[in-house]
């Protein structure tokens, strides 16, 4: 199904290089409420790191903290060991970022709006806009003006403005907003592009809980400001060691009898209208049930995988709180 | 220095690629000429030569302030609208400090007011030949440099109240509506002692010329003295705000 694999393999683990990103117990505190309660975490190269939370749990003033827009209130954010506080021009550098949505000055091109941005920084030549707009697909809108752009069209320009200074980080804050099912398709592959080959680490934090699953390979949870859990996403099949199938049989008790009597299996449940058996079992017992159920004459039409899907999980973390 | 050199083009551009920036430019050129004509036709001779037509027009009392509102209005926005925009968050998350930021915004404000003061020195000496001819009256070059000396202070002071509050409020349509109704009451004068300590009788320094003050008490240094206080405190709250406020 999904090609790409999401195992960290091959990158070095922490402690042989510093994080692109470090999160050190940074609080912020607004009228004696704590917005953001002493929230620690880490993000190494060319890791994508989902930043989820229900509504107004501080994923966005994490991300204005992160970037030297709103005050730390305690701890500190480390950008490639520089603290966006003391030396914040070294660390701001190293970052790139759209924060909520991606405004530019709307009487101008989009060629002009980026040349804006390319002044503000060191070390990259006017060549450096052409790449950055080929690689977002908006060589035909750039003499526009950018009043006639679409949110899609914003987007990528907003992706082209915080690649224009070759960060190590990106920040995207709800990427695939506005975006068509293409476009997020291709927004997908693309920021896949950058974190393997370049090498930049992403953090992205979306409603869309299926997008972070799919995309990537940690997910820090946030709730109230506090954080609830880092989950790895990116379990390797062979690390699970039980798993959760639906098999649609044309017989159906004929096909529980079979699935009990094979050791290990447990059956979990059966549904009558779908004439499906779902059972848990270990990985390795599998191919033993499929030769089972066929020995003893029963059709087997499909077998689906019961996983538990971020959403369940989330839900379960952040206690059934709507999500953001 | 050249980072800084590029960070006011960037804000002049911002401005100048407005479609309408010309239109304060136009307005000063027809004012002038409008402006002269009325003055030439229905007056009796009132100016002798161009040069005394542009120095007398020029002050605060005259085309000045019509500048001086032009000007409010060219630059309110340009701290005010990166909030209003939102563009404010990308323009901040670049290698480049705040206080770099802010003070090309207000090198260009500055900017702004020294080119549409050199317009309407252009414009005016422009209506007083067609109107008045070259010839005649004992104002010269320097003359009309000083009114254009009075008019820059008075100018720029506004401008900076302008700048502090477009900073202060985040909103560009306060900022406008605040300055401007200060330019039309600062004529005022309440004859107390204190009030002189007060910004308004202050502004306007062509009130010291042939040995005059705006109240008894003032000297043309008292009032310079006290319009570099102010504005460096005006300057001084804006910068202040700017470089601690979280950007929400």
């Not at chain 2, 900022?175 to 005022?188: E, L, N, P, Q, S």
Request: aromatic letters at 8%; glycine letters at 8%; charged letters at 20%.
């Amino acid at each position: 199904m999904n090609s790409f694999t999401r195992s960290n393999q091959g990158l070095p683990g922490p402690g042989t290089e510093p994080a692109v990103l470090e999160m050190q117990g940074v609080s912020k505190v607004i009228k004696g409420k704590a917005i953001v309660d002493n929230l620690s975490f880490e993000i190494r190269r060319g890791e994508i790191i989902g930043l989820l939370g229900p509504n107004g749990a501080g994923k966005t003033t994490t991300i204005r903290m992160m970037t030297g827009l709103i005050r730390l209130s305690s701890g500190d954010v480390l950008v490639h060991g520089q603290s966006i506080q003391k030396n914040f021009k070294q660390a701001i550098s190293q970052i790139g970022a759209i924060i909520e949505n991606p405004e530019f000055y709307p009487h101008m091109t989009g060629y002009d709006n980026l040349r804006q941005y390319l002044r503000m920084s060191d070390g990259a030549g006017a060549s450096r806009i052409d790449e950055v707009v080929e690689l977002v697909g908006l060589q035909e809108a750039m003499t526009k003006k950018v009043r006639a752009y679409s949110l899609g069209m914003r987007q990528r320009l907003g992706i082209a403005q915080a690649l224009l200074h070759s960060p190590k980080l990106l920040i995207l804050d709800e990427p695939t907003n506005g975006l068509d099912p293409a476009g997020i398709r291709e927004m997908r592959d693309y920021m896949r592009k950058i974190a393997e080959v370049e090498g930049i680490a992403i953090l992205i934090s979306s409603h869309m809980l299926a997008e972070i699953e799919q995309i990537c390979h940690r997910a820090v949870v946030i709730q109230n400001g506090k954080l609830v859990t880092v989950t790895q996403l990116a379990e390797a099949p062979e690390a699970r060691s039980e798993v959760s199938l639906a098999i649609r049989v044309d017989r159906l008790e004929a096909a529980q009898t079979v699935a009990e009597a094979v050791q290990g299996v447990k059956v979990t449940g059966m549904d009558e209208a779908r004439s499906e058996l779902h059972v848990h079992l270990p990985d390795g017992t599998v191919p033993e049930l499929v030769a089972a159920l066929s020995e003893a004459k029963v059709g087997v039409y499909r077998i689906t995988e019961n996983r538990q899907s971020l959403e369940e999980d989330f839900l379960k973390w952040t206690g059934g709180n709507r999500i953001a | 220095m050249r980072n800084f050199n590029l960070l006011v083009l960037n804000e002049w551009l911002k401005i100048s690629k407005k479609r309408s920036h010309v239109i304060p430019y136009v307005i000063l050129l027809v004012l002038s000429l409008v402006v002269g004509y009325i003055s030439h036709t229905f007056g009796t001779d009132m100016y002798a030569s161009a040069a005394e037509f542009t120095s007398d027009m020029l002050r605060p009392t005259g085309i000045g302030q019509v500048l001086t509102i032009l000007v409010i209005i060219g630059t309110a926005g340009i701290v005010s609208r990166e909030y209003s925009q939102g563009t404010i968050k990308f323009l901040l998350i670049r290698a480049r400090s705040r206080t770099a930021i802010l003070a090309s915004k207000y090198v260009t404000v500055l900017l702004y007011t020294l080119s549409m003061l050199l317009v309407a020195v252009a414009a005016l000496f422009l209506s007083g030949v067609v109107f008045y001819g070259l010839s005649g009256g004992e104002a010269g070059i320097s003359t009309i440099l000083t009114s254009l000396l009075y008019s820059m202070v008075y100018c720029a002071v506004y401008a900076t109240i302008g700048f502090m509050l477009g900073i202060l409020t985040k909103t560009t349509g306060v900022t406008i509506g605040a300055t401007i109704f200060a330019t039309m009451i600062d004529k005022v004068v309440i004859p107390r002692e204190f009030y002189k300590y007060v910004l308004f009788p202050n502004l306007d320094l062509s009130a010291y010329q042939n040995g005059g003050a705006p109240m008894q008490g003032m000297t043309l240094s008292f009032s310079i003295v006290l319009l570099c206080g102010y504005t460096a405190l005006f300057l001084l709250a804006g910068f202040a705000v700017f470089r601690r406020r979280d950007v929400a």
